[in-house]
Every structure is written in structure tokens, then in C-alpha cells.
């Protein structure tokens, strides 16, 4: 796990492949991938844009040698979002709203169309709890 943005620039550009090799992987999922980008980071402008680029690019070039799927979820918002995630293959938005979570499906490689779903957090938590009722009931 990165905690910041330059670890996560380093594990997309100069480990992910082989993570996806060794492993055999299918799916690369990337959460909030842009996240430690906000206006807390204390990055100065130019360097945020080098480091989404720097994971842009090898995201892509993962993508396309190892024929993965990737599948990207955003939930913080930031300048650089379309620079990353026009390359996930499923990109899905995040938002709270309250005690719930809205889940937006924003990029699908067979939909062209936007959905939206709300959901509890404790549902998805629970969702495979005994007796079949998601969260319990």
C-alpha cells in the first residue's frame, strides 16, 4: 500500500508489471488512485502533474503489454482525474452521503451510458451474511 504520492507513482511505474507477471493477474484494481493529489498534499503544481503522468503512463503500459483489465475507483477529486482515468477500463465514482455511499459507474467497456446506485456501507460489509438479507435485514 502507498501512502504517498511518490510510492504510488513508483509501485504503478517500476513494480506493478511484475506483480502482474508473477502473479498471473487478470484485474488491476486502483482505489482512489489520485487521491493523495488533493490540496493537503502540499505538491506544488508541476509536480503533481509529472506524477499523475508518470502513473498515467504506466498504467497504459501495463494495460497493453499484459492485456489486464483495470478497474479504478475516485473518490477524491482533483485537477489531474482525466489524466489517469480515461485509461481504466471500469471506473467507478464514490461519493458519502451520509450513511450511505453513492456508487457511480462512470466508464464500463460495454456501457455507454451512466448508472447510479446507493448503497449502506454496513451492505457491503455484510452483504454475504447468513440468511440472505444484505446488512442483516
Excluded: W
Aim: some cysteine.
Amino acid at each position: 500500500r502507498a501512502c504517498t504520492m511518490y510510492q504510488t507513482a513508483d509501485l504503478v511505474v517500476n513494480h506493478l508489471a511484475k506483480v502482474v507477471d508473477e502473479y498471473g493477474a487478470k484485474v488491476v484494481v486502483l482505489s482512489d488512485v489520485l487521491g493523495m493529489l488533493n490540496e493537503e498534499s502540499g505538491l506544488r503544481e508541476d509536480e503533481a502533474k509529472r506524477l499523475a503522468g508518470a502513473v498515467r503512463m504506466g498504467l497504459e503500459e501495463v494495460r497493453r503489454e499484459r492485456k489486464v483489465l483495470v478497474f479504478m475507483t475516485l473518490v477524491t477529486k482533483t485537477p489531474y482525474d482525466r489524466a489517469v482515468t480515461d485509461h481504466a477500463d471500469v471506473l467507478v465514482g464514490l461519493e458519502e452521503s451520509g450513511q450511505s455511499i453513492e456508487g457511480t459507474l462512470l466508464k464500463h467497456p460495454f456501457s455507454r451510458s451512466h448508472t447510479s446506485r446507493r448503497f449502506k456501507v454496513r451492505d457491503l460489509l455484510f452483504h454475504n451474511r447468513p440468511g440472505g438479507m444484505a446488512g442483516g435485514g
